[in-house]
C-alpha cells in the first residue's frame, strides 16, 4: 500500500506542477487518470520522455505535444486518452515593450489575483516552513512597475519550477530593490535593449569583480534573444534555423509565445514536414484558450497546410456559450479557400457543405469571384450545366476574362462554338489561355456539320487572330469551311497556310491534295504526293501524278522542315467569293517573305528565295563561286535551312566586292540569331564592314536575344543592363519595356517596376496590366 501511495502522491505533485491550481477541472481529470494507472509495483507517473534532436522527429508523432519540440528537462504528463496538456517551463513575458504603459497596480487590484493563484487552506506557518530559495527579483521589479500582466506571468512561472513556493498576498509588501543598477538592467530587459543590457552587466562586473547578475535575469535574457533570433530567421525564410532555435529552447513552445509556435508551424510547413507543422497547430488548439489565437492559428493553417490536415484541426473547435462555433466567423473564407483548392487539384474531394455554403453566399452577396469559384469547381469536375449556371451568373455581375473563359469552354462542351467566339473575341488577348480558348472555339465553329452562315465582319475577324496566331488548327478547319461552301480555291491557300507553318500536318496535306485534285491541278497533287511518299496512304492513292510542280508556285517544305513564314496583309476571302467549279486554274499561294532578307533594306533588291536551280538540291558551299553562295545562303534562309546559311555565307565573305562581302557577312549573323547562336552572330557581323543601317539592325537584335536569354536565366540584373544598351540605340519596345518590368519585379525593385509597368499598360499592353497588378500587389505584401 505504501509504495502506491506514494507513487500517487509523487503522480499528484507532478501533475499540480505542469497543470497549475488554477484549473480544478484539469486538475481534478488528471488525477483520475494517474490513480487508474497505479499498482502496487508502479514508479512515478511520469511520461516516457522522449529526447528529440534538431529535426525534430518523434517515434509517437501523433501524440507528442509542442513541448516535445525541444530539448526539455522536465518530461510531460500523460493523461487518458494520449492528449499531453502539460507545458514545459513557462517563457516569461514577452520580451517587447508594451505599447502602452500599464495601469497602476495597488494593494486592492494585485492582492486578490495573489490570493487566488496561492493554494486555498493552506496554514501559513507550514508554507512558510517549506518555502525553498526562490529567486523573486523579477517578481519585485514588475510589483514596483504596476505590470500585473507580466506580474502573473512571472508567478505561474514560480509556481511551475517550485511546486512548495507561495506567492506573497501582497505584492507591494515585498521589499524593493534597493540596487539602482540591477533596477536599470531590469529597465533595459523590458524595453528590449539586450545589447546594452550585456554591456551594463560586463562593466558592472568589471567593475565589482565579486558582482554576479541574478540567475533569473541571464535566463530571460537567453529566451529573449533566442526568440529575437527565431523571428529573425522566420522573416528571412531560413527554416532550418527556426526549426533549431525552437529545439534549443524549449521555454518558446508555450501558449504564451503563440506567435513563436506559429513561426514553428510555417518552418515546418515550408520544409515539407505537414505532420509536424500540424502538431504545432494541433498544440495551440488543444492547449490555449485565447480566441482571437485559436483563430488566428485556423487562418493560418489554412494558408500553409493541405485540406485533409486543416479538417483536422477544426475538429479541435469548441462551442460557445450562445451555441454557435467558435470558428464560425471564418468558415465563409475557409469555404472560398476550400473550394479554391478543389479547382486546383480535381482529385481533392472537400466536404459538400463548403459548396453548399459558397453557393448560399452567391445568393445573399452576389460576388461574382464566389460564383467564378463555383463555376470552376464545376468544370473541374465535368459538371458542365452547373458549370455553364456560375459561369453565366459571375458574367453577369462582372464581365471578366476568367468568366468569360469558362462560359466560353462549357459552351463548346455543349456544341455552341459561335456563342463561345462571340463570348471570348472581347478577351482573346488577356492571356495566353484565353487566346487558346478563342482559337478552340473558332476551330469549333468552322468545324460544324452543316456549316453555319456567318457574317463577314465575324470570317474576317477569325481570319485575322488565325493568321496573327499562326494557328494551323483552325486554319486547316478554315480550308474544309470554304469547300463545303464550294470554293475550293480559297480551300487551297488555307490548307496550304496551314502546311507552311506545320508541314508534318498530315490532314492540311490531305486537304490541299483532294482540293488540287478538284481544281483539276495534277502537278500540284503530284507535288503533295512527292512529299507525303511512304508517310500518308490516302494521298498516295489518290491518282499516279509523278510530276512536280514547276508553275512557279513556292514549293511546299516538306514534312518534319519548318517552312516559310505565309504572311498576308489580308486573309483569303470566303464569304463573297463566287462558288468555283471544278476548272484548271490553279490556287494562288500568299506572298512568301522571309523575316531577316536582304528587301527589309533594299526594296528592289530582294534575291529569288525558292528557285529549283538555287538550292533545292544539296551541294557543298566550298564548291561555288563566293557571289553564287552568298545567292544560294539567302535560299537556304528562305527555306528556314539557317545552319546550311551560315556555312554558305562564310564562303561569300571570300569575295572581291565589298558589297557581296557585307551581304555574306549581314546574311551569315541573320542566320546565327535564327539559330540561337547570339555570340556566333555578333562575330559575323565583324567579319565585313556593313552599312549603318544594318548594323544598327544586328546590333539591336543581338541585344534583343541577349536580354531575353538573360531574363531567361534568371541573370536578371543582366538583362536591364542589355536593356539599357538597347534603350541607346532606339526608343524602347512596348515588350521590352515589359521584360525591363518583370525583371525589376523579381529583383524586388518593386517602384521601379511599377514605373516601367504603368508606361506600358498606358498603351493597353495586357502584359503589362497584369505586371502592374502584381508588382502594386508585392509592393504592399508586408515582409516576412
Known amino acids: 500500500m505504501k509504495p502506491s501511495f506514494a507513487a500517487l502522491s509523487a503522480a499528484v505533485v507532478v501533475t499540480m506542477v505542469f497543470l497549475g491550481l488554477n484549473n480544478p477541472e484539469r486538475l481534478r481529470q488528471t488525477i483520475d487518470a494517474a490513480i487508474s494507472t497505479v499498482d502496487a509495483t508502479s514508479t512515478p507517473l511520469l511520461r516516457r520522455g522522449v529526447r528529440v534532436g534538431a529535426d525534430f522527429h518523434s517515434p509517437d508523432l501523433q501524440s507528442e505535444p509542442m513541448p516535445q519540440l525541444a530539448q526539455a528537462n522536465v518530461e510531460p504528463v500523460d493523461q487518458s486518452g494520449g492528449e499531453i496538456a502539460a507545458r514545459p517551463v513557462a517563457i516569461v513575458a514577452d520580451p517587447t515593450p508594451p505599447t502602452k504603459a500599464p495601469s497602476e497596480m495597488t494593494a486592492e487590484t494585485a492582492a486578490p489575483a495573489l490570493a487566488q493563484a496561492a493554494p486555498p487552506n493552506q496554514p501559513a506557518a507550514a508554507a512558510a516552513a517549506q518555502q525553498p530559495a526562490v529567486d523573486e527579483s523579477a517578481l519585485r521589479y514588475f510589483a514596483s512597475r504596476g505590470d500585473k500582466a507580466r506580474l502573473e506571468v512571472e508567478i505561474s512561472r514560480l509556481r511551475a519550477l517550485y511546486p512548495k513556493w507561495t506567492p506573497p498576498a501582497d505584492p507591494l509588501a515585498v521589499p524593493q530593490n534597493k540596487d539602482s543598477k540591477l533596477e536599470a538592467m531590469w529597465q533595459l530587459y523590458a524595453d528590449g535593449r539586450y545589447a546594452e543590457l550585456h554591456r551594463a552587466i560586463t562593466d558592472r562586473q568589471s567593475g565589482e569583480p565579486g558582482w554576479q547578475p541574478p540567475p533569473d535575469l541571464l535566463d530571460r535574457l537567453d529566451v529573449a534573444e533566442a526568440r529575437a533570433r527565431l523571428v529573425n530567421a522566420s522573416d528571412l525564410k531560413q527554416y532550418a534555423k527556426v526549426v533549431q532555435t525552437a529545439a534549443e529552447t524549449p521555454s518558446l513552445l508555450t501558449c504564451s509565445e503563440v506567435d513563436v509556435l506559429w513561426r514553428v508551424a510555417e518552418a515546418f510547413a515550408h ?113 458542365m450545366a452547373d458549370a455553364e449556371k456560375w459561369f453565366r451568373a459571375a458574367r453577369t455581375k462582372e464581365d471578366a476574362a476568367s468568366a468569360s473563359q469558362g462560359l466560353a469552354l462549357t459552351l463548346i462542351a455543349r456544341k455552341a462554338p459561335q456563342e463561345a467566339e462571340e463570348v471570348m473575341y472581347r478577351w482573346r488577348d488577356s492571356s495566353k489561355d484565353a487566346t487558346a480558348t478563342y482559337l478552340a472555339a473558332t476551330a469549333n465553329l468552322l468545324a460544324l456539320d452543316p456549316p453555319p452562315a456567318l457574317q463577314p465582319d465575324v470570317l474576317l475577324r477569325i481570319a485575322t487572330e488565325v493568321l496573327a496566331r499562326h494557328d494551323v488548327t483552325t486554319a486547316q478547319e478554315f480550308g474544309w469551311y470554304a469547300r463545303q461552301l464550294n470554293q475550293p480555291a480559297t480551300a487551297a491557300q488555307w490548307f496550304e497556310t496551314a502546311l507552311r507553318w506545320k508541314p508534318e500536318d498530315e490532314p492540311s496535306a490531305y486537304g490541299l491534295a483532294i482540293t488540287r485534285q478538284l481544281l483539276n491541278d495534277k502537278q500540284g497533287v503530284a507535288e503533295v504526293q512527292r512529299l507525303w511518299a511512304g508517310k500518308s496512304d490516302r494521298i498516295a492513292l489518290l491518282g499516279d501524278a509523278r510530276k512536280t510542280a514547276a508553275d512557279g508556285r513556292p514549293p511546299l517544305p516538306a514534312p518534319g522542315n519548318t517552312g516559310p513564314q505565309s504572311l498576308a496583309s489580308q486573309p483569303p476571302s470566303i464569304q463573297g467569293e463566287p462558288p468555283v467549279t471544278p476548272a484548271p486554274k490553279q490556287a494562288t499561294a500568299p506572298r512568301t517573305v522571309t523575316a531577316g532578307a536582304p528587301s527589309r533594306l533594299h526594296a528592289g533588291r530582294e534575291p529569288r528565295l525558292n528557285t529549283a536551280e538555287g538550292c533545292a538540291t544539296t551541294v557543298d558551299p566550298e564548291t561555288l563561286p563566293p557571289a553564287l553562295a552568298v545567292t544560294r545562303g539567302w535560299c537556304l534562309m528562305g527555306l528556314n535551312r539557317p545552319a546550311e546559311a551560315a556555312a554558305a555565307f562564310e564562303v561569300g565573305l571570300r569575295a572581291s566586292t565589298q558589297k557581296a ?94 514605373r516601367i509597368f504603368e508606361a506600358a499598360a498606358a498603351t493597353g499592353n495586357h502584359d503589362a496590366i497584369t505586371g502592374l497588378a502584381n508588382a502594386r500587389e508585392a509592393q504592399r505584401e508586408p515582409p516576412r
Open 661 to 754: 562581302r557585307e551581304d555574306a557577312a549581314y546574311g551569315q549573323s541573320l542566320a546565327y540569331l535564327r539559330l540561337g547562336l547570339t555570340s556566333n552572330a555578333a562575330v559575323a557581323a565583324t567579319k565585313a564592314p556593313l552599312s549603318q543601317q544594318r548594323a544598327l539592325e544586328l546590333q539591336t537584335s543581338i541585344l534583343t536575344n541577349r536580354a531575353s536569354n538573360a531574363f531567361d536565366t534568371k541573370r536578371y540584373r543582366e538583362a536591364i543592363l542589355y536593356l539599357e544598351q538597347l534603350s541607346q540605340l532606339q526608343p524602347e519596345r512596348i515588350d521590352l519595356m515589359v521584360l525591363r518590368g518583370y525583371a525589376y519585379l523579381n529583383l524586388k525593385r518593386y517602384s521601379d517596376a511599377i
Open 271 to 383: 520544409s515539407d514536414r505537414i505532420p509536424r507543422a500540424r502538431d504545432a497547430d494541433l498544440y495551440i488548439l488543444k492547449n490555449c484558450d485565447n480566441p482571437a489565437e485559436r483563430l488566428a492559428t485556423i487562418q493560418k493553417a489554412a494558408a500553409l497546410l493541405p485540406y485533409a490536415t486543416v479538417q483536422d484541426l477544426l475538429s479541435q473547435e469548441r462551442p460557445l456559450p450562445d451555441g454557435t462555433r467558435e470558428f464560425e466567423s471564418i468558415r465563409d473564407d475557409l469555404a472560398r479557400r476550400f473550394v479554391a483548392d478543389a479547382n486546383d487539384d480535381p482529385k481533392l474531394a472537400i466536404a459538400s457543405e463548403y459548396p453548399s455554403r459558397l453557393e448560399r453566399l452567391v445568393e445573399k452577396q452576389g460576388l461574382a469571384s464566389d460564383a467564378l469559384l463555383l463555376g470552376w469547381y464545376h468544370m473541374r469536375r465535368q459538371e
